[in-house]
């Protein structure tokens, strides 16, 4: 029977063997869960608008819209068929740069991404806690922001925890409810400034008077955008929770190929949705709403539209809207929530910079909770002071897969190469101006990437005895010398370790003083020498080693390609034990330098002393010293 510890644990680590069933929903249900964090920005953009560009937020909110459906649109649709699995914009730089300095590159803006979504989440709730804490109604002995944010991040977790199923019909419900709530505030505003068109003159009148020169107007609404940048979030979410995107197809192929159709039409919907909503809400609250009310401590403040909705629509609707503006603004986290359960798990377990439990998702939900307290109680739940941590690392991140775009799309057409190089040039700029008005943020984002890349470090130095090959394959002339070995009267099987030169004179002193160093006689058997050539030694693991016999003047080689040299021999040795059921010899000779020189040479590059870190790994990988390959040093 099995226990309720043993069950507990099956369900908390679900996944971390990459097992783990993925719930999927149709695509609109997907963008769904993205949208609670993009369209929940209308809870403040229009304000923000204001307070950046003032009279002109219009125009300001129209270069926004713009560079989102002729920017981010058109970027994060290459960045879809580029990374189905859902590894988003990073996936393209792992792809192509290679080494260190990918994994490095990679490591660094997922600092960023971990800014921009751990910022969402707690932002976001502390905004719902403003709204709550702020309505006339609500008691003022409970208006503690920190411990109202704190209860509403613990129930999200919780949620996540349930599982990705309950959290997208959530999602669905308060995207619903919350565009149709807009529909109705803009449709009545619009109605009102059609039904009072000396409303509109009068805002005409004011933009002409303050900018009477029109590329003034131009350079000052592009110059004031980047403050709006908080509009653009949701494309990196859009790519990452690809997975969960329901296809009908069977082949490996086409269900691709559907996912990346469905996820284009994901992100393009939710572009154009809020391009509408957008320019409509920004419109009505410059002409309906005075100036002075936009200010700290105005009624409109961080709530334009929601102020409008109680001026036209009356206190119960306005009502109903601040509640669904609290809930939304709430889930907002859960999209960001998703993201990081997409990205954590897919890099750095499979780079040895995080624990293995890390490639679970519960584990994952729980860290990124955890982080949350830690973060909405530094910042006291206060809203405007993380703003600039949250706008700088989305920005990063929006440029990063701009340059993601442009980097797959360079040698296809110089018309794509000098588009898209001008859509990183812009989003650089925005990145630049918003690091230039908020220096806390990129301070935050570094420590957030000091950190990731401290930890990453420690956990793969933490885990470098771990037998990191998934599966072992000989041909069929590796397979022939082990059967070999293993037909002799002794019956074992002895693998020589050996560094390739190509010359036959090595391998006979090679033989030689194996057989006097280690008293192994000819009757004994003959040794199999094993050739380990470097691969990526960025790479922590490896799905399979792909092992290969040679016959060099007699001398039978196997020979194969791993990122590093103890893991292969390892693994090896093992594999060989399981098919043949009989333990094999591996012998070495003594390195000599300094030992911590060589655990430095071992992590980053994939070798150093081979024979002791080899035996660890055997010993870690195999508990019973009866069963476990036998080292040999001389």
């Known amino acids: 029977m099995v226990s309720a510890l043993t069950k507990f644990k099956a369900w908390f680590y ?38 950046a560009a003032g009279v002109l ?38 792809k192509h740069v290679h080494g260190w300095l990918g994994k490095s590159i990679v490591l660094v803006i997922l600092g960023f991404a971990a800014t921009d979504f751990i910022f969402t989440i707690t932002m976001c709730a502390a905004d719902a806690t403003a709204h709550i804490v702020e309505n006339p109604l609500w008691p003022e002995q409970l208006s503690n922001r920190t411990g109202i944010t704190l ?140 100036p002075a009310l936009f200010a700290e401590g105005g009624e409109a403040n961080g709530r334009a539209l929601a102020y409008l909705a109680h001026k036209f629509l009356g206190p119960g609707f306005g009502t109903a809207y601040d509640t669904i503006t609290v809930l939304i603004l709430w889930f907002a986290g859960a999209s960001a929530m998703a993201a990081m359960l997409s990205l954590v798990p897919s890099y750095l377990p499979r780079y040895g910079m995080a624990p293995a439990w890390a490639a679970a998702k519960r584990p994952v939900v729980i860290f990124v909770t955890l982080v949350s307290f830690i973060i909405t109680i530094a910042f006291k739940a206060d809203v405007d002071n993380q703003a600039g941590a949250f706008a700088t690392g989305l920005l990063v991140l929006i440029t990063s897969g701009s340059i993601a775009a442009t980097i797959v799309e360079w040698n296809r057409s110089k018309l794509l190469r000098a588009t898209f190089l001008l859509i990183s040039a812009i989003f650089i700029y925005a990145s630049i101006n918003v690091i230039f008005t908020r220096p806390d943020g990129l301070i935050i984002s570094l420590a957030f990437t000091t950190l990731i890349l401290i930890t990453s470090i420690a956990s793969r130095a933490l885990r470098a005895t771990e037998l990191r090959i ?53 009757a004994e058997g003959d040794f199999i020498f094993l050739e380990v050539k470097l691969g990526d030694v960025s790479d922590f693991m490896d799905e399979t080693l792909e092992v290969t016999g040679h016959e060099v003047d007699g001398y039978q080689i ?41 655990v430095f040479k071992y992590i980053l590059f994939g070798e150093g002393e081979t024979a002791p870190l080899t035996r660890e790994i055997l010993r870690s990988s195999e508990h019973d010293p009866k069963m476990r390959p036998r080292v040999h040093v001389g």
């Open 57 to 94: 937020s219009p125009l300001a909110t129209l270069y926004l819209v713009l560079l989102t459906l002729v920017g981010a649109l058109p970027a994060y649709s290459v960045i879809a068929s580029e990374s189905p699995h859902g590894r988003g914009s990073l996936a393209v730089f792992e």
């Open 470 to 522: 998934g599966k072992v394959s000989l041909d069929d002339r590796a397979l022939s010398f082990i059967k070999k070995s293993c037909n002799r009267r002794m019956g074992q099987v002895r693998i020589l370790a050996h560094k390739h030169e190509d010359k036959v004179i090595e391998y006979e002193e090679k033989v030689h003083e194996a057989r006097i160093t280690h008293s192994v006689q000819t």
């Open 14 to 51: 679900e996944g971390i063997k990459g097992k783990e069933k993925v719930h999927q929903e149709p695509w609109w249900a997907v963008m769904c869960l993205t949208g609670v964090d993009y369209f929940s920005s209308m809870g403040f953009q229009p304000g923000l608008a204001f307070l």
């Open 151 to 290: 209860a509403l991040i613990f129930a999200l977790g919780c949620l996540f925890l349930k599982g990705f199923k309950e959290a997208i019909r959530i999602c669905v419900v308060l995207v619903a409810a919350y565009l149709l709530f807009n529909a109705v505030v803009i449709s009545v505003c619009t109605q009102q400034v059609l039904n009072n068109w000396v409303l509109m003159r009068n805002w005409l009148d004011t933009v002409h008077t303050q900018y009477p020169d029109p590329w003034i107007m131009l350079a000052v609404s592009a110059l004031a955008f980047p403050q709006l940048a908080l509009g653009l979030s949701g494309f990196e979410t859009g790519v990452a929770v690809m997975p969960l995107i329901k296809t009908h197809t069977e082949t490996e192929e086409s269900t691709l190929a559907e996912r990346i159709f469905k996820t284009r039409l994901l992100l393009r919907t939710v572009a154009l949705i809020m391009a509408v909503f957008l320019l409509g809400g920004c419109l009505v609250t410059t002409i309906l709403i005075e």
């Open 558 to 598: 196997l020979r194969c390609t791993s990122p590093t040299v103890p893991n292969a021999i390892a693994a090896l040795l093992l594999h060989i034990r399981d098919f043949t059921g009989r333990v094999p010899h591996v012998y070495f000779g003594w390195t000599e330098g300094h030992p911590i020189a060589y």
